[in-house]
């Protein structure tokens, strides 16, 4: 029931573009983005609603397909702070979040 | 608002004893999650509550593990006996309705020797 990240793992230098992908093998009602530093809570990036609706910050966009039940997430013109691990949560319709596996961001100068 | 409280933020013990971590979620906030965090399996779900009600517990690990909510401010997960297979770092997060975003305790990273 977890979605499913790819890649697991990605290694940018700054300026350098990246996209995680997320599916999910059940209905989505919203898709939730976190970025995690080593040591740290998960921190929240963006939300995804059914209909199109976004609500994040930062110069992080992403996307979300509902028929097939995808999402991605993209990261422009990266910076050093970027790096972390990015998880997106699929939430349920009986209101559950659950976790992909993480994707490990690398961004060297 | 402080944030969703965790307590303890470490936590060693010894393999056999009782561990009990402690969650106190955002006033207001009606939803509560305990998840697990290790290298091998990411973030896993152990459990969650909407309205102090615990919906799914199916990711429990075994018996050996227990989580209540006794009022809206509090929720503890109990491991009884605890093995050194615990040893992970579990958050608790809180939030509202679906559409909102999840905020996250800061943690307790538990090791069983």
Not at chain 1, 66 to 89: D, I, M, P, R, V
Not at chain 2, 35 to 53: C, D, H, P, S, W
Not at chain 2, 62 to 89: G, H, W
Request: hydrophobic share 35%.
């Amino acid at each position: 029931q977890q979605p499913v990240q790819s890649p697991q793992a990605v290694i940018l230098r700054e300026g350098e573009d990246a996209v995680i992908n997320c599916s999910s093998s059940k209905a989505l009602y919203s898709v939730h983005w976190y970025r995690q530093k080593h040591g740290e809570a998960p921190v929240f990036l963006m939300i995804l609603l059914k209909g199109g609706e976004q609500k994040g910050h930062e110069k992080i966009s992403a996307s979300f397909n509902e028929k097939k039940q995808q999402s991605s997430l993209y990261l422009t013109a990266s910076q050093l702070s970027y790096s972390g691990t990015y998880f997106c949560g699929i939430r349920g319709s009986n209101n559950d979040m659950r976790f992909g596996a993480g994707t490990r961001l690398t961004v060297k100068p | 608002d402080a944030g969703v409280i965790q307590s303890p933020r470490h936590e060693v013990t010894e393999m056999g004893q009782e561990v009990t971590l402690r969650c106190k979620p955002i006033s207001g906030h009606n939803s509560l999650f305990w998840y697990r965090q290790t290298m091998m399996r990411g973030l896993e779900l152990l459990i969650y509550f909407n309205n102090n009600v615990p919906i799914d517990d199916s990711g429990m690990p075994e018996d050996r593990f227990s989580a209540k909510m006794p009022n809206a401010s509090f929720s503890t997960l109990k491991i009884q006996p605890s093995e050194p297979r615990d040893s992970a770092v579990y958050f608790c997060a809180s939030t509202t309705t679906m559409n909102t975003e999840a905020f996250f305790g800061q943690g307790t990273r538990l090791t069983v020797v």
